[in-house]
């Protein structure tokens, strides 16, 4: 999905109310819709490929991504007691013999709404690697690019509103649609204040000029594409016409929240990661099937006192109030929400009171979709160095993910070169982990 680049607001609207004599349904289906001779056909075959299974109750992913790694001995699975246990303390949650650490006293209460998987392993020990394994399920190849987790839902469940993107990354740089195409690529948000900020005309540009703009671009661009057809071309129409349509939708409502009251934002965290939490909740309310949310800042080689209470300070009252509010209201049933890192940290500290880089175990956090919920899913031994039973890897999370979407995900997708490309390269869903 490619993003309109106008800037700034037009008497504050984003829904703009047809002056200049232009009204909004009219201009989509004459104007944004024929652009560069493409039908209303073509745009429906482009967002229309559920292929899923019809059993599933699944229907959405949220996956809170804590970029950098962040230990899960100070996090999610506290040794007390243990050398390796670090400067907090470990405190109980609602669920039943599963403690966290202090920083997280309020996702603690909210326990019973979710569950824990303590025993994710891999060998990737890079951050460049393992980010990338982690959200494609594949190794990085110099010769192909993987789609990622996002893509891959979109393209085999299609959309639920064709009003916005299917897959929308806020906060971050999420991986793209690799060779499944633009069509499926994520809408990217870089500012969670800002989120409206490419999608309303500039001041200085009025509805009709904007009009006129794009019959204009159309013009130009019918010539081209009539001598130089190809799936490129159509992807970028395609684009276009989609970005313009976002304009005019009254869906994009999900992304403002100035109709939030203040109690609400605070309540999130009045910051980037917060309100970013508050617009995926929106989103997935709106029809988006997958949304990324990003918090950095967790590649703690110093001083993992300061650093890692200073993010969970950040995540805690985010993922609780999304997990408090998505269940009260029934969503979390049809929503999977998935919170995790790239990799753990060391079990025994640095010498600047620091953890490095730990492939060998970590935790995620799994709520709603159909999953378990107040268990911890496998185990790590008393130091926390490496599984003690149970041990998953990514593939098998993403399996999961899949399994609850009714994705098949031993199917395969082709390259443009006809290389055939599994959904999960390895791995198969966590049986204890499905409700």
């Not at 037009?10 to 909004?24: K, S, T």
């Not at 399920?137 to 916005?164: A, D, M, Q």
């Not at 949304?291 to 590649?299: A, I, K, N, T």
């Not at 001083?303 to 269940?327: F, I, R, Y």
């Amino acid at each position: 999905m490619a993003k309109i680049q106008p800037t700034g607001k037009q008497n504050g609207c984003i829904d703009c109310d047809g002056r200049n004599g232009v009204n909004r349904r009219s201009f989509l289906k004459t104007g944004a819709f024929s652009f560069m001779g493409l039908s209303m056909l073509d745009l429906m075959r482009a967002t229309l490929m559920a292929e899923g299974a019809a059993g599933s109750t699944c229907d959405s992913v949220i996956l809170v991504w804590l970029a950098g790694g962040p230990s899960h001995i100070d996090t999610f699975d506290p040794k007390p007691g243990q050398p390796t246990a670090g400067p907090f303390k470990a405190i109980d949650t609602a669920a039943d013999g599963i403690q966290l650490c202090e920083h997280l006293p309020l996702l603690a209460k909210q326990m019973k709404n979710a569950s824990l998987v303590r025993s994710l392993t891999s060998k990737e020990g890079s951050h460049e690697r393992a980010t990338y394994e982690m959200h494609t399920g594949y190794k990085p190849l110099g010769s192909i690019t993987h789609p990622s987790l996002g893509s891959l839902v979109i393209k085999t469940k299609g959309r639920k509103n064709e009003e916005i993107p299917g897959y929308v990354s806020i906060g971050g740089t999420s991986f793209g649609a690799g060779f499944l195409g633009a069509q499926v690529a994520p809408f990217y948000i870089g500012d969670p204040n800002n989120p409206t900020r490419n999608l309303a005309f500039d001041r200085e540009v009025t509805e009709g000029r904007f009009r006129s703009r794009v019959e204009l671009l159309k013009n130009l661009d019918m010539g081209f594409a009539a001598e130089k057809r190809s799936d490129v071309i159509e992807e970028y129409a395609v684009q276009f016409r989609e970005a313009v349509q976002m304009m005019y939708s009254k869906s994009v409502e999900a992304f403002d929240l100035k109709k939030e009251s203040p109690e609400k934002i605070k309540k999130y965290g009045d910051n980037g990661f917060g309100k970013s939490m508050l617009i995926a909740k929106r989103l997935v309310e709106k029809g988006v099937r997958f949304v990324e949310c990003s918090l950095g800042g967790w590649d703690t080689h110093n001083d993992v006192a300061k650093n890692v209470a200073g993010n969970c300070a950040t995540l805690d009252p985010a993922l609780s109030s999304l997990l408090d509010e998505m269940n009260a209201s029934g969503q979390l049933k049809r929503t999977l929400v998935i919170c995790t890192g790239e990799f753990g940290r060391t079990p025994k500290m640095n010498g600047t009171g620091g953890r490095d880089h730990f492939p060998r175990v970590w935790t995620a956090v799994v709520a709603g979709g159909g999953v378990k919920t107040g268990i911890a899913y496998g185990s790590s031994d008393a130091t926390g160095s490496e599984p003690k039973d149970n041990p998953v890897r990514p593939g098998d999370l993403h399996a999961t993910m899949f399994d609850l979407l009714g994705i098949d995900f031993t199917k395969e997708h082709q390259t443009e070169q006809g290389r055939p490309i599994k959904v999960v390269n390895e791995g198969k869903p966590i049986k204890g982990l499905l409700a």
